[in-house]
């Protein structure tokens, strides 16, 4: 049986669904919060809940005696968890909604996971710890000590106690450094979404900065298809590990961490222009300042991935474009 954090979300709803095709028993938790559209949340649900083998637990892991009772009855031999409070910007604004969620309910996911020790967990970071590291494109082997964000901070501080607990317990776990991840059934506070859903509705799209900035956007199905090829190999210790020259990546432990990307990056504007020709119509561009919350480029090194997986995200950008746009159309009748 397997524990997916977060089923109602964007990745947790496509990984949910790809474990449940190929026949897999899937326990879902999330507690449906209204940080975007619920409707949302619950529509990707109804998905999930009209195949079989789907159990749903509408819980807060900040809640420990709920999680604790999850485990209990679930028992799951794979964690995967990728539920979270989201969102670089909104941060600034409700810092204690990010140490509830990704920090105590992360406590309480390890809490449940040290009394019933799956054969592995899996977890969701984010290239956004990277921060004010300028070194590109980035590597898990190299530093992530200046988040520019406080969910940057959480999530750095989730790799910290996941590898404490894989120390301390011998859990084999895994976290994975999400970069960017689009397509249908994405959320509406990525850009993607809210450039499309502006530029139909005839409204103008706020660009942060001049336009400029960098990110290197992997479409979900190829982030889903990293993360389950890491969920089947239980991470390892590190043989070679060496106190004396830390690798962040690795460990004595049986710890490692991945990003997961497409070692490439494109401009905002080249992201809107490829959205344009999809939709057949030209944005209202108003630019707006940059929030010190961003990074002005962010691109993996998936290297680790491709050689320890064989895999590596490839789905150009125009493809996972169009396709989201379909499925957007479709969805909400536009």
């Not at 789907?54 to 819980?59: D, E, M, N, S, V």
């Not at 790799?159 to 689009?182: C, D, K, N, Q, W």
């Not at 490692?256 to 504007?269: K, V, W």
Request: glycine share 8%; proline share 6%; net charge neutral.
């Amino acid at each position: 049986m397997i524990l997916v954090t977060g089923s109602a979300g964007f990745i947790g709803f496509h990984v949910s669904l790809r474990l449940l095709k190929e026949g897999h028993s899937v326990h879902g938790i999330d507690n449906f919060n209204d940080y975007y559209d619920v409707s949302l949340k619950e529509a990707r649900t109804q998905i999930l809940e009209s195949k079989k083998r789907f159990t749903l637990h509408r819980i807060d892991l900040s809640d420990a005696a709920a999680t604790a009772s999850v485990f209990e009855r679930a028992k799951p031999s794979l964690v995967i968890h990728l539920a979270a409070q989201a969102g670089v910007r909104h941060s600034l604004s409700n810092p204690r909604a990010y140490a509830d969620n990704n920090v105590i309910g992360f406590l309480n996911l390890l809490e449940g996971c040290r009394a019933h020790p799956p054969g592995h967990l899996v977890f969701a970071s984010s290239s956004s710890v990277y921060g004010l590291n300028c070194d590109l494109p980035f590597s898990v082997h190299g530093p992530a000590d200046h988040p520019v964000s406080l969910y940057a901070a959480t999530k750095k501080a989730n790799e910290l106690m996941a590898h404490s607990y894989s120390h301390l317990f011998g859990i084999p776990t895994t976290g994975v450094r999400l970069f960017t991840a689009y397509g249908p059934w994405g959320r509406p506070d990525m850009a993607l979404f809210a450039f499309t859903k502006a530029i139909l509705g005839g409204k103008p799209i706020e660009i942060f900065g001049d336009g400029t900035m960098r990110r290197d956007y992997t479409y979900v199905d190829d982030v889903v298809e990293g993360i389950l090829r890491l969920a089947r190999r239980p991470a390892p210790p590190n043989p070679l590990w060496n106190g004396f020259k830390p690798d962040p990546a690795s460990s004595s432990a049986p710890f490692r961490l991945y990003n997961i990307g497409n070692h490439s990056t494109i401009e905002i504007l080249r992201l809107i222009e490829i959205l344009e020709d999809c939709l057949k119509k030209k944005a209202d561009r108003m630019f707006v300042a940059a929030q010190a919350c961003e990074v002005q480029s962010a691109v993996a090194d998936a290297s680790d991935l491709e050689r320890d997986t064989g895999y590596r995200p490839a789905t150009p950008l125009e493809t996972g474009v169009a396709r989201f746009v379909e499925w957007y159309r479709d969805y909400y009748r536009a």
